[in-house]
């Protein structure tokens, strides 16, 4: 696919920092947005990556930049999807070339990369609640700069915003939250009237003559000022929204227009100058405003391939093998069909998990409850009490934010919820925010919790179907990101003995257990050292718990070296192999065994191979483990 010329930006050119952009003449940054957001089309054409979001938050971007003195006033993006003009108008333009890549830009503002990213985040809805921290530590150390925080509103969705806002209105603080609206549409903009309310609101005239009234009213009886400041509120909501705000303390601003510079600067400018106490700015934009494909498809392009300006094509390599997600969607789906009492329940991201396929089948039975984890565990919970059978599909990075719901309102209560964990492992370009590493580990612990892992996608399809047959309690299965190995696919999957593995080939003195993805790869190593004499056995544990302690204990009787390989952080899998063994005294007779797990550090991002290799989990490490373990008999055979 060729890539375009770069487009014109004499402006920008001149920009390196925002004090750069804040030297410029207010007049000129309308053209400074037009070739922002050019320069960030062509940035992500080269790279793929984060497109839609940024686009829609260029002029709020200019703006911010323009009116706060930056980085010393402070500015937070949630998540951080929506960060990339940030990036280029704060000295990182010509790295926005890496963004994503190994060795490049992250895809989300991260504190060790600038300055001007004063806090880093993957997950969303923690903006609000990171700008009080700081807010209330400038007034700690006497400082009066600024802290802006950027959240969009499908982060409101989340209780912890909420709980940020009840918070920050409690203590009064210094926090200025802007409400990217471009979705919700909680209200829009209706032209020039709601900018002429916004800008009066905001300015200092008509904030003083608030405080003066507030200061006469505190003098009279008790029902007179209560009812002078209902009055107050639901005059200015009626006509500027924003209500539920005020109730919790934070003084509202808006609906404005986004995308108008000119209706942008003296709101920030007014709110910046006057006052204290926490205040919302409430600004509607469009995602992917200003490119036609992005506009018109807007969730295919929140995350992008490489692609044609022009055409706005994208150039996504082609699989023979389907992806591991769709794989569980249309198992799910083949299922449901059978089975009237499955429903499936995503937090915010359905066509993320495959349940967009499972909605168009079952839109009854399907419920996106938003950025919400711990409310879809126990939504799940209460379904499960009723005789339904719940499918969370969550992300494993995501997952951790519900782990008190998991224990208390899952696992306590024995409740037969399903946990389609997707994502586990590396996850490539979102690097270490996204990796799903740590979902065995944490639910391993939890009694009548049964864990499974998926080799492939015909193990994907059966794990799916022992789920639904599965009433004994929760139950969990993890898969990759990305495409399947290309096995054949069984017509429909067939329920797993719990706790129960499988032998993939036979072997004699070295055995490799493979939980989950790396099976492919446990294979590979196995046929490379039989080409050294090393005969090998590998096997596809399937169960993390219950273990299959037959296998364990057959693999450590017969073999002198036993591999533990798992694509998930330390405390998984191998930790409970590990700890079994030992309490029943299969390590006494010298054997030699060897955990491979994610190394003890967030592995940052790069091509999903590159981060398996990086990590010592590919196939060159699995049988450079067993030369390890094998020492001087190693060297033996190599020469022999």
Same mark, same amino acid.
């Given at each position: 696919?060729?890539?375009?010329?770069?487009p014109s930006?004499p402006l920008?050119?001149?920009?390196?920092s925002p004090a750069d952009?804040?030297r410029?003449p207010e007049a000129s940054?309308?053209?400074v947005?037009?070739?922002?957001?050019?320069?960030l089309?062509d940035?992500?054409?080269r790279t793929g990556?984060?497109?839609?979001?940024g686009l829609?938050v260029v002029?709020?971007?200019?703006?911010?930049?323009a009116v706060?003195?930056?980085?010393?006033d402070?500015l937070?993006?949630?998540?951080?999807?929506?960060a990339?003009?940030?990036?280029i108008?704060?000295?990182?333009r010509?790295?926005?070339?890496t963004?994503r890549?190994?060795?490049?830009?992250?895809g989300?503002?991260?504190?060790?990369?600038?300055?001007?990213d004063?806090?880093?985040?993957?997950h969303?809805s923690?903006?609000?609640s990171?700008?009080?921290?700081?807010a209330?530590a400038?007034?700690?150390d006497g400082r009066?700069? !600024?802290?802006?925080a950027v959240i969009?509103d499908?982060a409101?969705?989340?209780?912890m915003a909420?709980?940020?806002?009840?918070n920050?209105?409690?203590?009064?603080?210094?926090?200025i939250?802007?409400?990217?609206?471009?979705?919700?549409?909680?209200?829009?903009?209706?032209?020039?009237?709601?900018?002429?309310?916004a800008?009066l609101?905001?300015?200092?005239?008509y904030r003083s003559?608030?405080?003066?009234?507030?200061?006469?009213?505190?003098r009279l009886p008790e029902f007179?000022?209560?009812g002078?400041?209902?009055t107050?509120e639901?005059?200015?909501?009626?006509?500027t929204g924003?209500?539920?705000?005020?109730e919790l303390?934070f003084y509202?601003v808006?609906?404005?227009d986004?995308h108008d510079?000119? !209706?942008?600067?003296?709101?920030?400018k007014n709110?910046?100058?006057?006052?204290d106490?926490?205040v919302?700015? !409430?600004v509607?934009?469009?995602?992917?405003?200003?490119y036609p494909p992005?506009e018109?498809?807007?969730?295919?392009?929140?995350?992008v391939s490489?692609?044609?300006?022009?055409?706005?094509a994208?150039?996504k390599?082609?699989?023979?093998?389907?992806s591991y997600?769709?794989v569980?969607?249309?198992?799910?789906?083949?299922?449901?069909?059978?089975?009237?009492?499955?429903v499936a329940i995503?937090?915010?991201?359905?066509d993320?998990?495959g349940?967009?396929l499972?909605?168009?089948?079952f839109p009854?039975?399907?419920f996106?409850?938003?950025?919400?984890e711990?409310?879809?565990?126990?939504?799940?919970?209460?379904?499960?009490?009723?005789?339904?059978?719940?499918?969370v599909?969550?992300y494993?990075?995501?997952l951790q934010r519900a782990y008190d719901?998991?224990?208390?309102?899952?696992?306590?209560?024995h409740?037969?919820v399903?946990f389609?964990?997707?994502?586990a492992g590396f996850v490539?370009?979102d690097?270490?925010t996204?990796?799903g590493s740590?979902?065995?580990?944490?639910l391993?612990?939890l009694p009548?919790m049964?864990v499974m892992?998926a080799?492939?996608e015909?193990?994907?399809?059966?794990?799916?179907?022992?789920?639904?047959?599965?009433?004994?309690?929760?139950?969990?299965?993890?898969?990759p990101?990305g495409?399947?190995t290309?096995?054949?696919?069984?017509?429909?999957g067939?329920?797993?003995?719990?706790?129960?593995g499988?032998?993939?080939?036979?072997g004699?003195?070295?055995?490799i257990?493979?939980?989950?993805?790396?099976l492919?790869?446990a294979?590979?190593?196995a046929e490379?050292?039989e080409g050294?004499?090393?005969s090998t056995?590998?096997?596809d544990?399937?169960f993390a718990k219950?273990l299959?302690?037959?296998?364990i204990?057959?693999?450590?009787r017969?073999?002198e070296v036993l591999v533990?390989i798992?694509?998930?952080?330390?405390?998984?899998?191998?930790?409970?192999?590990?700890e079994?063994?030992?309490?029943h005294?299969l390590?006494?007779?010298g054997?030699?065994?060897?955990?491979?797990?994610?190394p003890?550090r967030?592995?940052?991002?790069?091509?999903?191979?590159?981060?398996?290799?990086?990590?010592?989990l590919?196939?060159a490490?699995?049988?450079?483990t067993?030369?390890r373990a094998?020492?001087?008999?190693a060297?033996?055979v190599?020469r022999?």
């Amino acid at each position: 696919m060729p890539l375009s010329q770069r487009p014109s930006t004499p402006l920008l050119d001149r920009i390196a920092s925002p004090a750069d952009l804040r030297r410029l003449p207010e007049a000129s940054l309308r053209q400074v947005a037009d070739e922002l957001r050019q320069d960030l089309i062509d940035a992500v054409s080269r790279t793929g990556g984060h497109l839609g979001a940024g686009l829609g938050v260029v002029e709020l971007t200019v703006a911010i930049h323009a009116v706060f003195d930056t980085p010393a006033d402070r500015l937070i993006w949630d998540v951080g999807h929506q960060a990339y003009p940030h990036k280029i108008l704060t000295g990182r333009r010509e790295a926005m070339r890496t963004v994503r890549q190994e060795g490049g830009l992250s895809g989300f503002a991260k504190r060790t990369e600038s300055e001007f990213d004063p806090f880093g985040a993957g997950h969303s809805s923690t903006s609000i609640s990171a700008g009080l921290g700081m807010a209330v530590a400038s007034e700690l150390d006497g400082r009066r700069n !600024h802290v802006v925080a950027v959240i969009g509103d499908g982060a409101m969705s989340a209780g912890m915003a909420y709980e940020a806002m009840n918070n920050a209105g409690a203590l009064d603080a210094r926090l200025i939250v802007i409400l990217n609206d471009n979705d919700m549409s909680i209200a829009p903009p209706t032209g020039a009237l709601s900018a002429y309310l916004a800008r009066l609101v905001s300015g200092r005239t008509y904030r003083s003559l608030r405080d003066r009234a507030k200061t006469v009213t505190r003098r009279l009886p008790e029902f007179v000022r209560e009812g002078a400041r209902k009055t107050e509120e639901y005059t200015r909501g009626f006509f500027t929204g924003g209500t539920m705000f005020e109730e919790l303390g934070f003084y509202y601003v808006g609906p404005i227009d986004g995308h108008d510079v000119d !209706h942008l600067l003296p709101v920030l400018k007014n709110v910046r100058d006057t006052g204290d106490g926490p205040v919302l700015i !409430h600004v509607v934009t469009r995602k992917g405003k200003g490119y036609p494909p992005a506009e018109a498809s807007a969730d295919k392009y929140h995350g992008v391939s490489k692609f044609d300006v022009v055409t706005g094509a994208q150039a996504k390599p082609k699989s023979n093998a389907p992806s591991y997600t769709k794989v569980f969607a249309e198992t799910l789906i083949q299922e449901a069909h059978e089975d009237e009492r499955i429903v499936a329940i995503n937090a915010a991201m359905p066509d993320g998990t495959g349940l967009d396929l499972f909605g168009q089948a079952f839109p009854k039975r399907t419920f996106d409850v938003g950025i919400a984890e711990q409310h879809a565990v126990t939504f799940a919970a209460g379904l499960a009490t009723e005789g339904f059978k719940p499918f969370v599909a969550i992300y494993s990075t995501f997952l951790q934010r519900a782990y008190d719901q998991i224990v208390h309102d899952v696992a306590i209560q024995h409740l037969p919820v399903r946990f389609a964990i997707d994502r586990a492992g590396f996850v490539g370009a979102d690097g270490p925010t996204h990796a799903g590493s740590f979902d065995t580990g944490f639910l391993c612990p939890l009694p009548g919790m049964v864990v499974m892992a998926a080799a492939d996608e015909a193990e994907l399809r059966h794990m799916v179907r022992t789920a639904v047959e599965h009433d004994g309690g929760p139950i969990s299965f993890r898969y990759p990101r990305g495409n399947g190995t290309g096995v054949e696919m069984p017509e429909r999957g067939k329920a797993l003995e719990i706790g129960r593995g499988r032998i993939v080939r036979e072997g004699s003195k070295v055995a490799i257990l493979s939980f989950g993805s790396r099976l492919a790869e446990a294979v590979a190593a196995a046929e490379e050292l039989e080409g050294f004499g090393l005969s090998t056995t590998v096997a596809d544990a399937r169960f993390a718990k219950p273990l299959d302690t037959d296998l364990i204990g057959r693999l450590a009787r017969e073999h002198e070296v036993l591999v533990l390989i798992e694509e998930g952080a330390s405390g998984g899998f191998a930790a409970q192999v590990l700890e079994h063994m030992a309490r029943h005294g299969l390590m006494d007779r010298g054997l030699k065994v060897r955990p491979m797990t994610m190394p003890d550090r967030f592995v940052d991002h790069a091509a999903p191979d590159a981060m398996i290799r990086a990590s010592g989990l590919d196939r060159a490490a699995i049988v450079e483990t067993v030369f390890r373990a094998l020492g001087d008999a190693a060297q033996r055979v190599m020469r022999a």
